[in-house]
């Protein structure tokens, strides 16, 4: 019901199904899980984002791994419930139109909590008004800086609009609806005025924004610096427009070095801040020293991640997991041959799905190895075939393995481009060695095939720049182990030799060049440990598929994860 809630949950991308190509990669497939949770949690939530008509973009890699990129255009009204309400922000002293197009993402008991998607394509706009909100991650540093006044102020805006009047709590998924700080203290100051017995002047004052404070909640995810939105105060000038001479009077405060940082305007502005493992919390409290930083870690929407045949048997022997994340503990007593064959059923579908996409004949009995990230420098996607030589030697002494890839590069980071047309390479040259098989156009549907299909997932990014990282998570849901570098979630979710492996040793919070240790640590594990056991010791690893079901799905889940935000956060 349009017009109640008490958490308003704010985010530049959203990934709820195959069909809705609203989201990039980790940070919208979060967002979508927490939703999926808080409708099974009858949390009283409301989402905001962008709509995006031409999406992320569809990915084609031809012979040689060459990547281009295409609209990902979708049937909008189709798929969403348009909403009568409109409201206007001013962008470069234009006034823009926004409306607001609903989905409702229903709970496991029935609960509902209603995602609105913005949207700048109405005819009273301008065409470059109306394209805001076409593409994500698209257009330059202008471009983004309009979305971003759209998602924060505008999406206040269009909730007041829609009757939301009393939330709690406003949740900034990252610092890109960091503007929504603005706005809030804004309407305080706008309040001020008409309440006051003699003009005033709506200016935005320390005391104004120190009394939005306990509303706001802020998350960030990157370590990374490309991560963090920050816009000359020059072209702030020129775009936000909104509030008149009113930003003038505070830019010194929220722009104090003369750049607009929504991390630091996000940070400055919320109760509390969180880094999303303990790792990275870590790190981030390095980055933002003066600032008191915890940690939630992430986690994944159980019931979405699990296969249909491990869904099957967990309703079978577990009843009551999807209600009770908590309850798959119980996998511990699970009957190996159960798991071994659910999961047999997954991997004959994924490997079904690779062969008819790249006719590579692929076994199913075979060993098989994943990796799907979204493809960046620090990802380290091609670290798995540092020395082809040395793989290829292994597949001989240890035995028979194939690997799948999958992950889009950004359109503009011409390094990750490389690194798919690298893998290409490296492919084409240990054909009839072991199989390589790259899958094109990454996105939800295929990422449940390969976190359910493959025997390891594979994780490799360089120390400590992953924040989390949650495609770990859905493979250990259904019984796949990790072999991945100590970073992110991994640094509590590996118990040696029982959840799965390490790669390497744990670097802690610095940066050091450890590609080629890490490399042979890689090689290592996979020669004289895991292909041993699967191959040999079936029922061994099948006891360590077990454990990554018991330990790390009952835990690393969004039920769990909003649990903690609840107590920290939200309801404090």
């Known amino acids: 019901m349009d017009g109640k809630a008490n958490v308003a949950y704010f985010t530049m991308e959203i990934g709820l199904e195959e069909a809705l190509p609203t989201y990039a990669g980790g940070l919208g497939i979060l967002a979508g899980d927490t939703v999926r949770s808080a409708a099974d949690m009858d949390i009283p939530m409301i989402a905001v984002s962008l709509l995006y008509r031409k999406g992320y973009f569809r990915q084609k890699l031809d012979a040689c791994g060459a990547q281009t990129e295409a609209p990902a255009s979708w049937p909008v009204a189709d798929l969403l419930q348009e909403m009568a309400p409109r409201c206007t922000v001013e ?77 709690q709590r406003y949740h900034m998924n990252e610092g890109h609806a960091a503007l929504l700080t603005l706005e809030l203290a804004h309407e305080l100051a706008r309040q001020a005025w008409d309440l006051a017995y003699e003009p005033i002047r709506q200016v935005v004052t320390p005391e104004l924004m ?3 404070k306990p509303l706001c909640v802020f998350t960030t995810h990157t370590p990374v610096p490309a991560g963090h939105d920050r816009f000359p105060l020059d072209g702030v000038r020129r775009v936000l427009t909104d509030y008149g001479g009113a930003f003038a009077e505070c830019e010194k405060e929220i ?26 919390g870590k790190v981030t409290q390095k980055m933002l020293q003066e600032y008191e930083i915890d940690s939630v870690t992430n986690g994944v929407h159980a019931a979405t991640w699990a296969s249909p045949p491990m869904a099957a048997l967990f309703d079978r022997r577990i009843p009551g997991w999807r209600e009770d994340n908590t309850s798959l503990r ?75 890839y999958a992950g889009k590069a950004h359109p503009h980071d011409q390094p ?96 050091h060049d450890r590609r080629s240790a890490d490399a042979q640590s890689l090689y290592n594990k996979l020669e004289t440990i895991i292909l041993p056991m699967f191959n040999h010791e079936a029922e061994r690893y099948a006891g360590v598929m077990r454990n990554a079901i018991a330990l790390n799905g009952s835990f690393f889940n969004t039920e769990r994860m909003l649990s903690q935000y609840i107590a920290k956060a939200y309801f404090k």
């Open 210 to 212: 120190h009394l939005i």
């Open 255 to 280: 722009c104090p070095d003369g750049v607009l940082d929504m991390t630091t305007l996000a940070a400055d502005n919320s109760h509390y801040i969180n880094g999303v493992a303990k790792r990275h």
């Open 416 to 511: 990750g481009k490389d690194i798919i047309r690298r893998i290409f390479q490296l492919k084409e040259a240990l054909k009839g060695k072991i199989k390589i098989a790259y899958l094109e156009d990454y996105g939800i549907d295929l990422a449940k095939s390969l976190v359910a299909g493959v025997d390891l997932w594979l994780n490799t990014p360089q120390p400590p720049l992953e924040a989390s990282g949650t495609s770990g998570m859905k493979a250990a849901l259904n019984g796949v182990p990790s072999l991945s570098v100590l970073d992110g979630w991994w640094v509590e979710g590996c118990i040696e030799g029982v959840t799965g492996w390490a790669i390497g040793q744990d670097g802690g919070t610095e940066i």
């Open 330 to 404: 119980y996998a511990l007593s699970l009957p190996i041959r159960e798991i071994w064959q659910a999961h047999g059923e997954a991997k004959r579908e994924l490997i079904e799905r690779v062969n008819h996409a790249r006719h590579v004949d692929m076994d199913p009995e075979v060993f098989t190895l994943g990796f799907a990230r979204r493809v960046t420098a620090y990802k380290r996607a091609d670290l798995l075939l540092q020395d082809a030589a040395r793989l290829a030697d292994i597949a001989t002494r240890s035995g028979a393995f194939q690997i799948v």
């Open 91 to 167: 962008i470069e002293g234009r006034a823009v139109a926004l409306r607001a197009w609903k989905r409702e993402v229903q709970g496991v008991n029935g609960h509902v909590v209603p995602v609105y998607f913005l949207d700048a394509a109405l005819p009273e706009n301008s065409a470059w008004d109306q394209a805001l909100t076409d593409e994500l991650y698209g257009g330059d540093a202008h471009y983004r800086l309009c979305q971003e006044i759209v998602l924060g102020i505008g999406g206040v805006r269009m909730l007041r609009a829609l009757g939301y009047r009393d939330i």
